[in-house]
């Protein structure tokens, strides 16, 4: 739309025909899928002839953006599922029960993200978006990963935040954010870090599913007009639209390219790039990496229904 939109520098390397699959037969849920980036993935595999399972947390919001979907896709396999990802026992619940249910998942996307304003806790004592952006990643994930072990072509997309990367190192001594003064888009930004050890750990514990987390660039949805209103404003003219924030995430869950890379790395613009500056700060012991995984784990554990 805008000469400053960098997608439109960054998509002349794209090699158009990778995306020109089909997606008939494979199935995917999609978090967050009714809104921004996550409902752009939706549509876009809908199109493609996918199933799609769109895990959200406002049932209207969700029938509404499965209408439009179905509607402008003619595709009637796209489902609705309310699951609020900040209520660590539901998230259980919820995955537990589609494992049962349903026998394929090729692809999860975990796209659903929070910035919150305040601390607040949800009812197991935990903090919302830490709850959401990594402590339901992490057990859906967790929960899921056998169902997609055994699908054909398995594979996890996230989503992370490039410029996170540059301004957090993996911290697992405050997971609460209870320490010291509240800043809800720091605290996102520590939440994608962790969400790229998760990826890197997850890649390295499971090699017959391809993992990969993106930065879709900035995008003007409601997250970034809500949380940064001030950033919204003056960049709103080099945002990329959510369908061109989608596209990395449908390259990653779609193309065969895809998976010729390594599973468990960082990508932007249909390209793996590191999530640390050269010498940074920002890496991380093994140890520390594996703190985390064990922490995520003994948290998981306590809130497993039985
Ligand atoms: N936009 C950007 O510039 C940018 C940059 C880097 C990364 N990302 C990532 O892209 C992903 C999608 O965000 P977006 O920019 O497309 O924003 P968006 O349009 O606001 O979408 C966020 C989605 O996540 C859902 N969600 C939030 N909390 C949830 C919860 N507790 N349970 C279930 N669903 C929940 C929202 O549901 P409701 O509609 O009900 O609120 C919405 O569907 C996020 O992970 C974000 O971090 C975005």
């Known amino acids: 739309s805008s000469c400053r939109n960098p997608y439109l520098a960054a998509s002349k390397h794209f090699v158009e025909k990778d995306l020109e699959v089909s ?8 978090t967050g899928a009714n809104s921004g980036i996550g409902k752009a993935t939706a549509l876009a595999i809908a199109k493609r002839g996918g199933t799609v399972h769109m895990v959200c947390r406002n049932k209207d919001k969700a029938e509404e953006a499965r209408a439009d979907i179905v509607k402008e896709t003619g595709n009637k396999e796209v489902y609705v ?47 919302k978006s830490f709850a959401t952006n990594v402590l339901g990643v992490f057990i859906l994930t967790k929960s899921l990963i056998p169902l997609i072990e055994k699908s054909l ?8 935040v490039l410029w996170g990367m540059l301004v957090q190192k993996l911290r697992i001594g405050n997971l609460q ?20 050890v998760l990826t890197e750990q997850w890649a390295k514990a499971h090699p017959t599913i391809h993992f990969s ?18 950033f919204h ?31 468990g790395r960082f990508y932007q613009d249909r390209r793996v790039v590191p999530a640390h500056l050269p010498l ?19 948290m998981a554990k306590t809130f497993q229904p039985h």
Do not use: C
């Open 81 to 127: 599922h309310v699951l609020d990802l900040s209520e660590t026992k539901k998230v259980w619940e919820f995955a537990e029960g589609f494992k049962k249910k349903y026998k394929t998942l090729n692809v999860l996307v975990n796209n659903a993200g929070a910035i919150m304003n305040q601390r607040e806790v949800n009812a197991e004592g935990l903090e």
């Open 233 to 263: 404003r003056s960049m709103k003219a080099s945002l990329r639209s959510p369908e061109q924030g989608a596209d990395t995430v449908l390259w990653l869950a779609l193309s065969e390219a895809a998976t010729k890379n390594p599973s």
């Open 23 to 30: 997606a008939a037969g494979r199935v995917f849920m999609i």
């Open 213 to 230: 987390v993106m930065h879709p660039g900035w995008v003007d949805t409601p997250t970034v007009a809500n949380a940064m209103p001030d």
């Open 177 to 196: 954010s209870d320490r010291g003064r509240f800043d809800g888009t720091m605290v996102y930004a520590q939440h994608k870090r962790q969400q790229v």
């Open 280 to 298: 940074a700060w920002t890496h991380s012991s093994p140890l520390e990496e594996q703190k985390l995984m064990a922490l995520l784990e003994d």
């Open 153 to 160: 072509d398995p594979r996890v997309v996230s989503h992370g």
